[in-house]
């Protein structure tokens, strides 16, 4: 079973930056992962993913803004996100697919992922 742990998460001014990390016990054999958000009372959003090979997929939001990337030595995965904003306030998850599928852009659906981890909150003050 894999699992999945996120820090990297806090408050932050408009502006800012963090980067978020996920460490999972086990990223090999997964063909993609991603990071996703969630506020109270709304759908979860896919932010941005990645393929085993470093193929990226941003939503529209995250584009420019945000970068995703991977070790997979450490089987770790990153979100860079610079300037923030009040918008970007959210629980940040990171999720993967363990039923091995293969898609040549890696999905921000959250349908398409069945591991997730517990989440790490960023929050952005104006």
């Known amino acids: 079973e894999v699992q999945l742990v996120e820090s990297g998460g806090g408050s932050v001014q408009s502006g800012g930056s963090l980067r978020l990390s996920c460490v999972a016990s086990?990223?090999?054999?997964?063909?993609?992962r991603g990071w996703f958000r969630q506020v109270p009372g709304k759908e979860r959003e896919g932010v941005a993913a990645?393929?085993?090979?470093?193929?990226?997929n941003y939503a529209d939001f995250a584009e420019g803004r945000f970068t995703i990337s991977q070790d997979a030595a450490k089987n770790t995965l990153f979100l860079q996100m610079i300037n923030l904003n009040p918008d970007d306030t959210a629980m940040y998850y990171c999720?993967?697919?363990?039923?091995?599928?293969?898609?040549?852009?890696?999905?921000?659906?959250?349908?398409?992922?069945?591991?997730w981890g517990q989440g790490t909150q960023v929050s952005v003050a104006s």
């Open positions: 086990e990223f090999l054999f997964t063909t993609y």
């Open positions: 990645i393929n085993r090979d470093g193929r990226t």
């Open positions: 999720a993967t697919d363990t039923r091995v599928r293969t898609y040549i852009r890696p999905p921000l659906d959250p349908y398409f992922y069945d591991t």
